[in-house]
């Protein structure tokens, strides 16, 4: 069964641009979860999108979005990058539901910005 | 607003020193506390999912306990291959829908042959 899968793996962009990550959950798996990791602030929360819709969302800028498709795959879009966005962009999916089932994470993308 | 406190922060143990990582969390309506494993230049890989205090479950080495503040996680004569970032992580009920996971800043652990 193929895992969560997440590209690129690495990305680096200038100051003000903007940048498109995109996410595979796991075959059958709906629900799709974004996370940022940073040394500093471990790992937080972005969103969550279930059936295409956004479900959560966690205390970002609204320079950070995403979408979910017909298919769940997910991408997430940040915009007029800052130095601070610099981090690693985990990707979990999950069957769904309310009750909190183990969430499966990609490896994630490494994204520096200059 | 859900918190997690993991520690120590970083932990070296010789190989077959058995010891254990502490959770500490406060959330409003506790649905799953969560264990994961973190490999360097890799995402978390899932451990163990705890309901409800009391709750125990033990995968290789590996146990993991809950109550109603803290969670352990017992790890029994490691290997150097049980060096890694093992992080907690809650995810309450805010009534509606699931929310995100909470995490901990992780214990590096370190097992030297």
């Known amino acids: 069964k193929a895992g969560v899968t997440q590209t690129p793996r690495y990305l680096i962009k200038t100051r003000g641009q903007q940048v498109t990550l995109s996410c595979s959950p796991i075959?059958?798996?709906?629900?799709v979860s974004w996370y940022q990791q940073t040394p500093g602030q471990g790992l937080q929360f972005l969103f969550e999108y279930f059936s295409e819709t956004q479900r959560n969302k966690g205390n970002f800028p609204g320079r950070f979005s995403g979408r979910q498709f017909s298919n769940s795959r997910s991408e997430m879009n940040v915009s007029t990058l800052e130095l601070g966005d610099s981090a690693l962009y985990l990707c979990a999916s999950s069957s769904g539901g309310v009750t909190g089932r183990g969430y499966t994470f990609g490896s994630g993308t490494r994204l520096t910005v200059v | 607003e859900d918190q997690v406190t993991q520690s120590p922060e970083a932990l070296r143990l010789q190989e077959g020193e058995s010891s254990s990582l502490n959770c500490s969390y406060t959330?409003?309506?506790?649905?799953?506390l969560f264990w994961y494993r973190q490999d360097p230049g890799k995402g978390p890989e899932f451990l163990f999912t705890?309901?409800?205090a009391g709750e125990e479950k033990e995968k290789e080495r590996l146990k993991a306990t809950l109550t109603k503040k803290e969670s352990f996680l017992h790890i029994t004569a490691p290997k150097p291959e049980d060096s890694a970032t093992y992080l907690c992580?809650?995810?309450?009920?805010?009534?509606?829908?699931?929310?995100?996971?909470?995490f901990g800043k992780g214990t590096h652990l370190i097992i030297q042959p």
């Open positions: 075959s059958g798996h709906r629900s």
């Open positions: 959330v409003s309506g506790l649905r799953g």
């Open positions: 992580a809650v995810q309450g009920s805010t009534g509606g829908g699931a929310d995100g996971l909470t």
């Open positions: 705890l309901y409800s």
